[in-house]
Each structure stands twice: as structure tokens, then as C-alpha cells.
């Protein structure tokens, strides 16, 4: 029923909004929709709500979201939890889980479960966390990647949707083939060698190339000059 709305919309609406190229073009092909009529705006970035972190790491790895719709590659997550895991790596682990999940998530050490957790405790996460990882098997943009690396956090990820869109001005290193999660926590590991200044110069880098890529107001001041059009 959703998809069916969804295609009649897009076929019937005179302008549509979404947030990334390919998002734009699986539109385009799954609702045999219009090209000329979809119009791009990046989702933006208060890079003051979402400041560089010099905090000190309480967590090696953090994963964010909900994980129970297949689509988020839970099985993934878990693998690379596994390898992690057995590195002695600390893992903090945050949204909603079914019960099955929370029972294998249970079994590994290093990982710490929260759930939900409000906006703010999130975002102290972040902060303290070295790294973000994200399994998911499709992104329409992939917004809390781009907040990790505001806050100066490398965010590794499969190249899923417009992962690589989004992510590859910044970093093309941040992005693996879809389910290698033995090259994904490589990524990880490799990052959490270096020393602690170049993480910090990278972890800068990532602030200033997502302030200049997805400013909060470029993306506000698009979307009002299409609502005007």
C-alpha cells in the first residue's frame, strides 16, 4: 500500500524533493517517474550542533539506529562485532533491537548495549566514541554518517546507495564493498593505529569538509527556492 502511494504521488506531484542523486534516480526508475521534475537537496549540517570533539575515547566503536528492519544489515553488524570483539575493541551499541538481537549482542564481550537514548546523551556518544560503523545495505544519503564526521569521526561504511555520493569528497577510504565486513573493521583497526594527532588532523579534516560540502543553511536556502518555484 505504501509503495503504491508513494508511485502515485511521485507521478501525479508537479515537483519532488529528495535528498542525493541516487535516491533521485531509483525514483525515477522504480516509479517510472519524470527525471525533470525531481529536484536535489542535500540533507545540511548545524556544524555547531555537531562540534569537533577532542573528547577523550570511552568507545573504540559506535553503531546508531535501528537495526531491525533487514535493510540496516544487522548480520553484518553483528559479524564485524565478532571481529572487533575479538581485538579487545570497546563497542557501544545504540537503537532499537529486537529481542533476538539483544540476545546475540548479549553474548559478546566488549559491547555495551543502551537502546534509545536521548538527543543529547547521542550526541556524547559520538563525542566519545573513535569511530562510527554503519552496515547498512541501503542509504538515501546517510545523514548520521555526515554528523559522525562533524564531530570529527571517521564514519565506515558499506558503499550502500549514496554512501559513496556523499562520502567520497571527504574521504574515499571511509567506504567498502557491500557485506565485507572483514575490510570494514580493517578500516576500523587501521584508523585506530595511527597516532593520536593524525587522528585528530583527520578528525578536523572530516569537521571542516562536511562544513563546507552540507552547510545547514545551503540546504534550508534550496529547499525554500524550490518551494517558491
Same mark, same amino acid.
Given at each position: 500500500?505504501?509503495?503504491?502511494?508513494?508511485?502515485?504521488?511521485?507521478?501525479?506531484?508537479?515537483?519532488?524533493?529528495?535528498?542525493?542523486?541516487?535516491?533521485?534516480?531509483?525514483?525515477?526508475?522504480?516509479?517510472?517517474?519524470?527525471?525533470?521534475?525531481?529536484?536535489?537537496?542535500?540533507?545540511?549540517?548545524?556544524?555547531?550542533?555537531?562540534?569537533?570533539?577532542?573528547?577523550?575515547?570511552?568507545?573504540?566503536?559506535?553503531?546508531?539506529?535501528?537495526?531491525?528492519?533487514?535493510?540496516?544489515?544487522?548480520?553484518?553488524?553483528?559479524?564485524?562485532?565478532?571481529?572487533?570483539?575479538?581485538?579487545?575493541?570497546?563497542?557501544?551499541?545504540?537503537?532499537?533491537?529486537?529481542?533476538?538481537?539483544?540476545?546475540?549482542?548479549? @553474548?559478546?564481550?566488549?559491547? &555495551?548495549? /543502551?537502546?534509545?537514548? #536521548?538527543?543529547?546523551?547521542?550526541?556524547? *556518544?559520538?563525542? %566519545?566514541?573513535?569511530?562510527?560503523?554503519?552496515?547498512?545495505?541501503?542509504?538515501?544519503?546517510?545523514?548520521?554518517?555526515?554528523?559522525?564526521?562533524?564531530?570529527?569521526?571517521?564514519?565506515?561504511?558499506?558503499?550502500?546507495?549514496?554512501?559513496?555520493?556523499?562520502?567520497?569528497?571527504?574521504?574515499?577510504?571511509?567506504?567498502?564493498?557491500?557485506?565485507?565486513?572483514?575490510? @570494514?573493521?580493517?578500516?576500523? &583497526?587501521? /584508523?585506530?593505529?595511527? #597516532?593520536?594527532?593524525?587522528?585528530?588532523? *583527520?578528525?578536523? %579534516?572530516?569537521?571542516?569538509?562536511?562544513?563546507?560540502?552540507?552547510?545547514?543553511?545551503?540546504?534550508?536556502?534550496?529547499?525554500?527556492?524550490?518551494?517558491?518555484?
Amino acid at each position: 500500500l505504501l509503495n503504491h502511494w508513494q508511485k502515485t504521488f511521485c507521478r501525479v506531484l508537479p515537483s519532488i524533493a529528495t535528498v542525493s542523486r541516487t535516491s533521485a534516480e531509483r525514483i525515477a526508475k522504480d516509479y517510472s517517474c519524470d527525471k525533470s521534475k525531481i529536484h536535489i537537496v542535500p540533507n545540511g549540517i548545524d556544524a555547531q550542533a555537531f562540534p569537533c570533539s577532542t573528547a577523550e575515547n570511552e568507545f573504540d566503536v559506535l553503531a546508531i539506529g535501528s537495526f531491525v528492519h533487514p535493510r540496516k544489515g544487522f548480520p553484518y553488524l553483528l559479524d564485524c562485532y565478532r571481529i572487533l570483539s575479538a581485538k579487545r575493541l570497546r563497542i557501544a551499541d545504540v537503537g532499537r533491537r529486537s529481542e533476538s538481537q539483544q540476545a546475540a549482542l548479549s @553474548l559478546l564481550p566488549g559491547v &555495551t548495549v /543502551f537502546g534509545t537514548v #536521548p538527543q543529547d546523551h547521542l550526541l556524547s *556518544l559520538l563525542e %566519545k566514541s573513535a569511530t562510527l560503523i554503519s552496515t547498512s545495505l541501503y542509504e538515501g544519503f546517510g545523514l548520521s554518517l555526515v554528523e559522525a564526521l562533524s564531530c570529527g569521526r571517521p564514519a565506515f561504511a558499506f558503499a550502500a546507495g549514496a554512501v559513496p555520493e556523499i562520502l567520497l569528497h571527504i574521504d574515499p577510504n571511509l567506504f567498502v564493498p557491500l557485506r565485507d565486513t572483514k575490510a @570494514l573493521c580493517l578500516r576500523i &583497526t587501521d /584508523f585506530l593505529a595511527l #597516532p593520536k594527532e593524525e587522528q585528530q588532523l *583527520l578528525g578536523q %579534516k572530516y569537521h571542516e569538509d562536511v562544513k563546507r560540502l552540507y552547510p545547514l543553511t545551503a540546504s534550508a536556502s534550496a529547499l525554500w527556492a524550490l518551494y517558491q518555484k
